[in-house]
């Protein structure tokens, strides 16, 4: 079968949430697609045999990123040659490490949630995203 180098992850960040929140599910799409290195490693050196393959995984993993993210963003961005040039600003510009507010949000819409007309159920899983949110923000504290 062959490699697809077509991204599945969620585009959040293009419908206006926080433009890392996406961050650690188009890490999971890069590692799927064995492309982690493009994001984790420094550019190898041209004239070395990785180069030409390194090149090829830059472009596509620059192609999802950019097309994840807002277009202001987007031009932010567009100017960096590598994906983990991309990766990296990305991460501390917009990293909830850097946004203790969004952890303040996430926790009063914890503090706030109410079963309403909601089942148990449907409550129930509601109560357990939000705090499983808030448990993966805390961890990247």
Do not use: C
């Amino acid at each position: 079968m062959a490699e697809s180098n077509k991204s599945d992850f969620s585009h959040e960040v293009k419908s206006g949430g926080n433009p890392f929140s996406y961050g650690s599910t188009l890490k999971l799409d890069v590692i799927g697609h064995q492309k982690e290195h493009v994001i984790e490693e420094n550019e190898p050196v041209e004239k070395s045999g990785k180069y030409s393959s390194w090149k090829g995984d830059n472009n596509i993993v620059m192609s999802w990123i950019m097309n994840s993210v807002q277009p202001q963003i987007t031009s932010t961005i567009a100017y960096y040659t590598s994906a983990k040039q991309m990766w990296d600003f990305l991460k501390q510009t917009y990293s909830n490490d850097r946004n203790i507010s969004k952890i303040l949000q996430v926790e009063e819409e914890l503090l706030n949630l109410q079963q309403g007309d909601q089942s148990l159920a449907q409550y129930f899983a509601s109560l357990k995203s939000i705090s499983e949110r808030l448990k993966a923000m805390s961890n990247m504290l």
